[in-house]
């Protein structure tokens, strides 16, 4: 194929490895799970972000549905991780609640940590 292998240590390395059947090395594992555990963090963040700003967008639905949750858990102060897990599931809710308006924050959201991690290529243009 190209000349232009990735050497190891390198996600695309890992992958070659991967497609020849060869055995993975310790520099191209250590490059896998780096690009993994960035990968999920990154998610998070944009999905962070997204129910942030879906929250800022519906304040009057997001304090409703805080309330309510707040209750259910027994929340009585808005500090400790007791009060952050129950935000997080009213935000949650709230995007359940309105799906076709959280959709396109979070992919907004994904575009913006995509072009985080792999910023693009001008030198590589094919
Ligand atoms: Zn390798």
């Given at each position: 194929?190209s000349?232009d292998l990735r050497p190891c240590g390198t996600r695309a390395a890992y992958e070659r490895h991967?497609?020849?059947?060869?055995?993975?090395?310790?520099?191209c594992?250590?490059a896998?799970?780096?690009?993994?555990?960035?990968?999920?963090?990154?998610?998070?963040?944009?999905?962070?972000?997204?129910?942030?700003?879906?929250?800022?967008?519906?304040?009057?639905?997001?304090?409703?549905?805080?309330?309510?949750?707040?209750?259910?858990?027994?929340?009585?102060?808005?500090?400790?991780?007791?009060?952050?897990?129950?935000?997080?599931?009213?935000?949650?809710?709230?995007?359940?609640?309105?799906?076709?308006?959280?959709?396109?924050?979070?992919?907004?959201?994904?575009?913006?940590?995509?072009?985080?991690?792999?910023?693009?290529?001008?030198?590589?243009?094919?």
């Amino acid at each position: 194929m190209s000349s232009d292998l990735r050497p190891c240590g390198t996600r695309a390395a890992y992958e070659r490895h991967r497609r020849h059947g060869q055995p993975i090395d310790e520099a191209c594992r250590k490059a896998k799970s780096a690009y993994v555990y960035a990968k999920r963090g990154g998610y998070q963040r944009a999905r962070n972000r997204a129910l942030t700003r879906l929250a800022r967008t519906f304040p009057e639905m997001f304090a409703r549905l805080e309330a309510e949750h707040f209750a259910a858990d027994g929340v009585t102060s808005r500090s400790g991780g007791v009060y952050q897990r129950s935000r997080r599931r009213a935000m949650a809710e709230l995007a359940r609640t309105l799906p076709e308006r959280y959709a396109p924050l979070l992919a907004a959201e994904l575009a913006a940590e995509a072009r985080r991690m792999n910023p693009p290529a001008d030198q590589e243009s094919r």
